[in-house]
């Protein structure tokens, strides 16, 4: 039994929503699992946890930069309890680009970090225009117009695959 510490960062809540089945699955397997938004707790004292899972997701291209600071300044740390990371994007829909090895922000983000978290995973976001701003709601029409997604201003589509997501927990918990 391993106490896991889940930290998400996230924008309109598809990320965090990851991080809670993660804990639930890990609960599941007999684990303790916390769970905190990074972005509020970037100085959290990692000390009462034997292993850290984070996950980001993409916005216009970046994870929001304090999680790569985070990464970098406990990299000690997060070595030595085994850290796991996971990015969510909208172009992980794409069987092509979702894996950590074919994945551009993730591979940009093992750059940017410049270590390689012991375990990786690339999941498939979640498209909610309606929930959108306007103009957020055009340039992601527009994206979508480009690499054939959809474009129907009503539409809202959940790619995650939530048997990957089972299968990255049940890892977290063997490793
Ligand atoms: C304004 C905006 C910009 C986005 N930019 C990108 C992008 O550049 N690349 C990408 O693959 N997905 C992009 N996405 C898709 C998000 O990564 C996806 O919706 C994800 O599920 C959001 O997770 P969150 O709710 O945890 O923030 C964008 C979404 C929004 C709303």
């Given at each position: 039994m391993s106490r896991f510490l889940v930290l998400y960062s996230t924008v309109d809540g598809h990320t965090a929503h990851i991080c809670q089945r993660l804990q639930q699955f890990l609960e599941r397997d007999g684990h303790a699992?916390?769970?905190?938004?990074?972005?509020?707790?970037?100085?959290?004292?990692?000390?009462?946890?034997?292993?850290?899972?984070?996950?980001?997701?993409?916005?216009?291209?970046?994870?929001?930069?304090?999680?790569?600071?985070?990464?970098?300044?406990?990299?000690?740390t997060l070595e030595a309890k085994r850290c796991a990371f996971f990015s969510v994007n909208i172009v992980a829909r794409k069987p092509q680009k979702?894996?950590?090895?074919?994945?551009?922000?993730?591979?940009?983000?093992?750059?940017?970090?410049?270590?390689?978290?012991?375990?990786?995973?690339?999941?498939?976001?979640?498209?909610?225009?309606?929930?959108?701003?306007?103009?957020?709601?055009?340039?992601?029409?527009?994206i979508m117009l480009l690499t054939q997604g959809p474009t129907d201003p009503a539409a809202v589509v959940e790619y995650t695959d939530w048997q990957q997501v089972e299968a990255f927990a049940r890892a977290l918990g063997d490793a």
């Open positions: 699992a916390t769970l905190a938004d990074l972005g509020e707790n970037t100085g959290i004292d990692l000390a009462p946890f034997d292993r850290v899972a984070v996950g980001a997701s993409i916005r216009y291209g970046k994870h929001r930069p304090y999680v790569a600071q985070f990464m970098r300044e406990r990299r000690g979702n894996t950590p090895q074919t994945n551009p922000y993730m591979k940009k983000f093992l750059k940017q970090i410049g270590w390689h978290p012991s375990q990786l995973a690339v999941f498939a976001g979640k498209l909610d225009y309606p929930r959108y701003t306007f103009w957020d709601r055009q340039i992601i029409r527009f």
